[in-house]
């Protein structure tokens, strides 16, 4: 397995600002992956963080809603932009690692709240 | 596009007693994972079933992929408090790399 970390790990916003989530991994990384999960559902994949080049969203997400960045292989940020009551939920990051692929391994997740 | 389906959505067991979750694609699966998510917790990995037909145990949990590769399983015998927690199934198409598509939850309430 490997230590994911996510900052931060909650955070209370205004409607129109824009919060700006990190995930570190401490392991070498082959996918990482950002998921929003609203209060007692399932989990829905936003992008696939890609290193060095722009995310692949799922459909119903954008870049401009949802900057992602990827610099190097452990590290990747997701910016919920422009925010609205909607956006209220917990944002994972999970990751595969290069000794364990094809299993997704989960950070702690942002709950995220939006007045 | 790709489904996965899970029931039931609520599972109220006694302690002691067995349950068991269902997982089914639309689409046939190239492997399906499970993951548990504690209450205020984030999802763990339990396993990952990836051959037809295959049979997976850990302690008292049994999983189990079908044979056309399109539903799983989750069995839980002798539930115990510990076992409270939603479980999600996630499937991985072959031409979706490591994307999962995760299926709705089943949420376990154990009464003591």
């Known amino acids: 397995s490997a230590v994911i970390s996510q900052k931060p790990s909650r955070d209370i916003c205004q409607r129109g600002t824009s919060l700006t989530i990190q995930c570190q991994v401490d392991?070498?990384?082959?996918?990482m992956f950002w998921y929003r999960q609203q209060p007692g559902q399932s989990l829905t994949l936003i992008a696939t963080?890609?290193?060095?080049?722009?995310?692949?969203?799922e459909s119903g997400f954008v870049i401009d809603k949802f900057p992602i960045s990827r610099p190097n292989l452990t590290f990747s940020t997701l910016t919920v932009s422009n925010m609205s009551p909607e956006d209220s939920s917990i944002y994972l990051c999970?990751?595969?690692?290069?000794?364990?692929?094809?299993?997704?391994?989960f950070g702690p997740g942002t709950r995220l709240t939006v007045l | 596009g790709q489904q996965v389906m899970q029931i039931p959505q609520y599972q109220h067991v006694q302690e002691g007693e067995d349950f068991t979750t269902y997982c089914n694609s639309s689409?046939?699966?190239?492997?399906i994972q499970w993951y548990k998510q504690r209450p205020g917790g984030h999802p763990v990995f339990l396993i990952q079933?990836?051959?037809?037909?295959e049979v997976k145990k850990q302690k008292r949990l049994t999983f189990q992929f079908g044979e056309a590769k399109k539903n799983s399983s989750l069995h839980i015998t002798a539930t115990q408090t510990t076992d409270v927690g939603t479980y999600f199934c996630?499937?991985?198409?072959?031409?979706?790399?490591?994307?999962?598509?995760f299926g709705a939850g089943t949420q376990v309430v154990v009464t003591p």
């Open positions: 689409t046939t699966l190239s492997n």
């Open positions: 392991s070498q990384v082959t996918m």
């Open positions: 079933l990836v051959k037809s037909g």
């Open positions: 996630a499937g991985s198409l072959t031409d979706s790399w490591g994307k999962l598509q």
């Open positions: 999970s990751v595969e690692l290069l000794a364990d692929p094809f299993t997704q391994y």
């Open positions: 963080a890609n290193q060095g080049s722009e995310a692949t969203y």
